[in-house]
């Protein structure tokens, strides 16, 4: 497997065009895998932050605090961009679904369940330092961990998103598909991502699954995307070289070494 980084990328452009618009966005068949007006946003630059922190070893809230002031019009939110200002780089307990939304790169690189939550916390806490949005990340990761190395999709529901946010365990997609509004929070977010992979076919069916409950349809897309990527080994190509393409040369150069360190770290 290659383009690690790429499965929440590809899902955060592809979810562009889309958030916000949730009258549009709701039937399946009317989202477009890569509309006119997808662009990358804070979900995929903060995602290659977090993955060249790791990478360069350097550290997590710096990296994370210059790559966003590299691309200050990416779509951040208010109490973000605050923290953008501060050079001290302070938490301001947010529990918001931008932790969920940049971590994937702790559950690719992670070899250990126990590492996987260590390296998921750090990519949250320059932020997200809420006990709520530390979660987001975690559990996230954690699905991206199990999922690369083998566990089915029972294992998920039930060893995932049962003990960690009950209150969606029981739900499926039609469920709260047609209710379902924009909301950035963890609590919000990471349970209604876990299901659109749950019930997907394949990687597209999941993106666009995400994308048409509408909302926050980027970031609902870049935390779904690597759990299918992960689970299904497979994405579709002229998708993946589409999207490759918008993005700066140092993402694509994260990309490329994210991939050479993560060879041979999960089951084929």
């Known amino acids: 497997m290659k383009n690690l980084l790429l499965s929440a990328a590809v899902g955060d452009i592809v979810g562009s065009a889309y958030e916000g618009r949730t009258h549009r966005t709701k039937e399946y068949g009317a989202v477009k895998l890569l509309s006119s007006r997808a662009h990358f946003t804070d979900d995929t630059v903060l995602t290659f932050a977090c993955a060249e922190a790791f990478l360069k070893n350097i550290d997590m809230a710096t990296n994370i605090w210059m790559c966003a002031n590299q691309h200050r019009d990416a779509g951040f939110g208010h109490r973000f961009k605050v923290w953008m200002e501060d050079h001290y780089h302070l938490p301001y307990k947010s529990f918001g ?117 509408g909302g926050d349809a980027d970031t609902l897309a870049a935390i779904s995307g690597p759990m299918a990527y992960a689970y299904y080994r497979s994405m579709p190509e002229p998708l993946v070289y589409k999207c490759l393409k918008k993005l700066p040369d140092w993402m694509v150069k994260v990309n490329e070494e994210f991939d050479a360190r993560c060879e041979g770290e999960f089951i084929a």
């Open 97 to 213: 679904n931008g932790s969920a939304m940049r971590c994937s790169s702790a559950g690719w690189l992670a070899r250990t369940e126990e590492e996987c939550i260590k390296m998921a916390t750090e990519t949250a806490m320059p932020s997200h330092n809420h006990p709520e949005g530390i979660k987001g990340a975690v559990v996230t990761a954690l699905t991206i961990f199990h999922l690369k190395n083998g566990k089915d999709k029972e294992y998920i529901k039930t060893e995932v998103l049962e003990k960690h946010y009950p209150y969606w365990a029981n739900q499926k997609y039609a469920d709260f598909h047609d209710t379902y509004t924009f909301d950035s929070t963890c609590p919000g977010t990471v349970g209604p991502a876990i299901i659109c992979f749950l019930e997907s076919k394949d990687y597209e069916d999941c993106i666009k699954l995400a994308i048409s409950l």
